[in-house]
């Protein structure tokens, strides 16, 4: 099991940036993805973004890419998610959770932290 846990979140202004991080620790070893999900009142569940956790290759939604930039530090076993120009449309509960293998899909997922609430106003 791969413990995770968000921080980072708060209230912004619309055009502000944001950044959120994820410690990550357990058994680390079993886990190839990292990723970011997002929750807003009354939606579904929703991809953000990800990372591969050894390679670095990065995934992105359409809704973010451009804005946001997903990073880890290895060393620090840490994820990052930087998120520029945010727009009131970005308010949700953010979740880190890591994946033995898929990238893009909640039922890839076998580990999800507790989230943290990033509110966007405008």
């Known amino acids: 099991q791969v413990q995770l846990v968000e921080s980072g979140g708060g209230l912004v202004q619309a055009g502000d940036s944001l950044r959120l991080s994820c410690a990550v620790s357990?058994?680390?070893?079993?886990?190839?993805?990292l990723g970011w999900f997002r929750q807003a009142p009354g939606k579904e569940l929703e991809f953000v973004a990800a990372?591969?956790?050894?390679?670095?290759?990065?995934y992105y939604a359409d809704s973010v890419k451009g804005r946001f930039a997903i990073s880890r530090d290895n060393a620090k076993n840490t994820l990052y998610l930087q998120m520029n120009s945010l727009k009131p449309e970005d308010t949700a509960v953010y979740y880190c959770?890591?994946?033995?293998?898929?990238?893009?899909?909640?039922?890839?997922?076998?580990?999800w932290g507790q989230g943290t609430q990033v509110t966007v106003s405008s």
């Open positions: 990372i591969r956790w050894i390679s670095g290759t990065t």
């Open positions: 357990g058994r680390t070893f079993s886990m190839s993805v």
């Open positions: 959770a890591a994946s033995p293998f898929g990238v893009a899909k909640t039922y890839d997922y076998d580990s």
